[in-house]
């Protein structure tokens, strides 16, 4: 569990509640049905209306590296570089073909399996670059649906504010439907501002802090690999490999 993210939303939400506490109100004043299902289903509507479904459901599985826990390693990836360095150095690059197989990263394994088909260096770089290119792009359409979402938001709680005001005015003659209105209206601006800034537009950015940690790594790795293959020095390697690390 990514307790960043779960502590930055649970302080949003407590920040909210303890703030109408504070002023006197109740937390079930805003627990509203009506408006959470303008608000949410009319955001999640816009926001597929907007992309194809492989993004949206891109975005959804993108959630659980959101709440997830950080798994990039810088050291791990220095670690197996140098010691894919050393055997090369000893046994050649051939003798790579055994360490290959222990590898679970697939953008890891498929730089050292170009290695060690003898792909030129120049080729093997335009190969990774490309494909580095194509994953960034990917993930900056999904934080771009996390994005779009977030600006849906607050307009259709405006939206919602509006049906509200509707539902008031055509009940001034029964002032006990006046109050049930008014807070569907009020409420309904609430959850579209506050759904955008404390989870939707965050989450987009997270995605993309992500992401830029993510390519570092990628390119240190298509760094490691090419210098393998030039044959450097192991402790030259690890000195270029640490230039990614971020104290």
Excluded at 65 to 78: A, L, M, S
Excluded at 94 to 101: D, T
Excluded at 132 to 153: D, L, P, S
């Amino acid at each position: 569990m990514n307790f960043s993210t779960v502590i930055g939303i649970f302080l949003g939400i407590v920040a909210i509640f303890g703030g109408n506490i504070l002023e006197g109100g109740k937390s079930s004043s805003i627990l509203q049905p009506t408006a959470a299902v303008i608000v949410f289903g009319g955001t999640l509507g816009a926001t597929m209306l907007s992309y194809p479904l492989k993004d949206i459901f891109g975005a959804v599985a993108a959630l659980k590296e959101v709440f997830g826990e950080d798994r990039i390693d810088p050291e791990y990836y220095i670690n197996e570089i140098l010691k894919c360095s050393t055997i090369t150095r000893k046994h050649g690059v051939m003798a790579l073909e055994a360490e290959i197989q222990s590898i679970e990263d697939p953008f890891f394994k498929k730089a050292l399996n170009l290695a060690v088909d003898g792909i030129p260096s120049d080729m093997l770089k335009d190969i990774m670059y490309q494909e580095n290119a194509v994953y960034a792009e990917q993930k900056r359409r999904i934080a771009k649906v996390f994005e779009t979402a977030g600006g849906f938001a607050p307009t259709i709680g405006i939206i919602g504010a509006v049906l509200g005001l509707i539902h008031v005015m055509e009940n001034l003659a029964e002032p006990s439907k006046l109050g049930a209105g008014i807070a569907v209206a009020f409420v309904s601006t609430i959850y579209g501002v506050g759904s955008a800034n404390i989870l939707l537009l965050p989450v987009s950015k997270k995605i993309l802090n992500r992401l830029e940690e993510e390519i570092s790594l990628r390119e240190m790795i298509i760094k490691g690999i090419l210098a393998i293959q030039a044959g450097k020095n192991p402790y030259y390697i690890e000195q270029l490999l640490r230039t990614h690390v971020r104290s």
